[in-house]
C-alpha cells in the first residue's frame, strides 16, 4: 500500500478535522502518500483530490467542521456515478480509502468497496452516536456539552421567570442527544422517537408539579420525536400554562471539540490507518467497552438500540 485518501460525508461532526489531521499525518510516517478527496463522495465522483503533507492539515486540530468540506451524495447510489468514482481510484493509484462519516456513509462505503474491490475502512464520526457496535462517535460528546450549556442557560431564564420550556435537540432517528442532555442538564421530561410520547401523563406531571410549588419546567425533544412548537402549543392547551420552544438547530454541529472528540478522533485515525496496512477492509475503527476495535461494516449500519426505558426512567426517577 503505497497511496490512501481521506474524506468526510454527510452530517459534520465536531473532531472531523483531527482524524483528517491524524490520518495525514499518521500515514506520513508510514512512507504513504496521503490525498485528500473535497466534498465526499461528490470529490471522489468528479476527481477534487489534492496531495496533503505534514504542513498541510497545521492548525486544525482545534477547529470544528472538516476542511475537506462535506455533504450528501444522494446519487451515489447510482451505478454510473460508482463507475466514476472508481475510475478517479484507478485513475490515481488509490490504493486504500478512509472514509469519516456516520451511518449513511458507511452504507455507502459498505457497498462500493463491496462491489468494485476497494479497501475501505470507516471513521465514526456522527453527533448522534448511531453506529452499532462502538460506544461513541467522534463529535457526539462535543455535541452533548454544546447542547447542555445552552438548557444550563434556559434553566436560569425559566426558573426566574416561572415558565416551562421545550427545548428541540438534534436526532432524526436517534433520541441519544436528547437523552444525555435531559439527564445532566436535571430536566423534567425527555421525548425521543424511540418511544412513543404519553401526553396525558407528561401534562398531568407538569400541572401537579405546579401545585406543590415547581414553576419551572423543561422538556427535551429529539428533532424526530416532534416539533418543540407544536409540542409547547400542545402542553399549554392542556394545562394554561405558560410555555415556551426553543430549536437549538446547527449549533450543535459546530463549535471547538472536546478534549475526548479530539483524543478519539486522533487515535481513530492512527487505527484506520493501520487496519489499511494490515489488509483489512470494509471494517470501521472504533470505541467499544474502552479499548480500539474493529468493526463489520455490515454490523456498523444496523440499527443501534439504547437503553431507551432505562434512560428515561432514570431521568423521571431523578427528577
Not at 426558573?159 to 438534534?170: A, D, G, K, L, N
Amino acid at each position: 500500500m503505497k497511496r490512501i485518501a481521506v474524506l468526510t460525508t454527510g452530517g459534520d461532526a465536531p473532531g472531523m478535522n483531527p482524524a483528517i489531521r491524524s490520518v495525514v499525518r499518521y500515514g506520513i510516517s508510514k512512507n504513504l502518500k496521503v490525498l485528500g478527496i473535497m466534498r465526499g463522495w461528490w470529490g471522489l465522483v468528479n476527481e477534487e483530490l489534492r496531495e496533503f503533507d505534514h504542513h498541510s492539515v497545521s492548525g486544525i486540530i482545534s477547529q470544528g467542521g472538516t476542511i475537506l468540506k462535506t455533504g450528501r451524495c444522494p446519487e451515489f447510489a447510482k451505478k454510473e456515478y460508482q463507475d466514476r468514482a472508481f475510475n478517479t481510484i484507478k485513475k490515481n493509484a488509490i490504493d486504500g480509502l478512509v472514509v469519516i462519516g456516520g451511518n449513511g456513509s458507511f452504507t455507502a462505503a459498505h457497498h462500493f468497496g463491496e462491489t468494485y474491490n476497494v479497501a475501505c475502512v470507516g471513521i465514526p464520526a456522527s453527533i448522534d452516536n448511531d453506529i452499532n457496535g462502538i460506544d461513541l462517535t467522534i463529535g457526539s460528546d462535543t455535541a452533548i456539552n454544546t447542547a447542555l450549556a445552552a438548557v444550563d442557560n434556559i434553566r436560569d431564564t425559566a426558573t426566574s421567570m416561572e415558565r416551562i420550556f421545550v427545548i428541540e435537540v438534534m436526532g432524526r432517528e436517534c433520541g441519544f442527544i436528547a437523552l444525555s442532555v435531559a439527564l445532566a442538564g436535571g430536566c423534567e421530561d425527555v421525548l425521543i422517537p424511540e418511544l412513543k410520547p404519553d401526553w396525558e401523563r407528561m401534562c398531568h406531571d407538569i400541572v401537579q408539579g405546579n401545585i406543590r410549588g415547581k414553576l419551572s419546567w423543561i422538556v427535551v425533544v429529539a428533532e424526530g420525536a416532534g416539533s418543540a412548537i407544536d409540542i409547547a402549543n400542545k402542553i399549554t392547551e392542556f394545562t394554561s400554562l405558560e410555555t415556551r420552544a426553543v430549536v437549538l438547530g446547527h449549533v450543535q454541529r459546530g463549535g471547538r471539540p472536546t478534549a475526548f472528540s479530539r483524543d478519539l478522533a486522533l487515535r481513530l485515525g492512527e487505527a484506520a490507518v493501520d487496519s489499511l496496512l494490515k489488509g483489512r477492509r470494509n471494517i470501521a475503527v472504533g470505541l467499544c467497552c474502552g479499548k480500539i476495535s474493529e468493526v463489520d461494516f455490515a454490523t456498523a449500519i444496523k440499527k443501534k438500540e439504547i437503553k431507551a426505558e432505562y434512560w428515561y426512567n432514570l431521568i423521571k426517577t431523578l427528577t
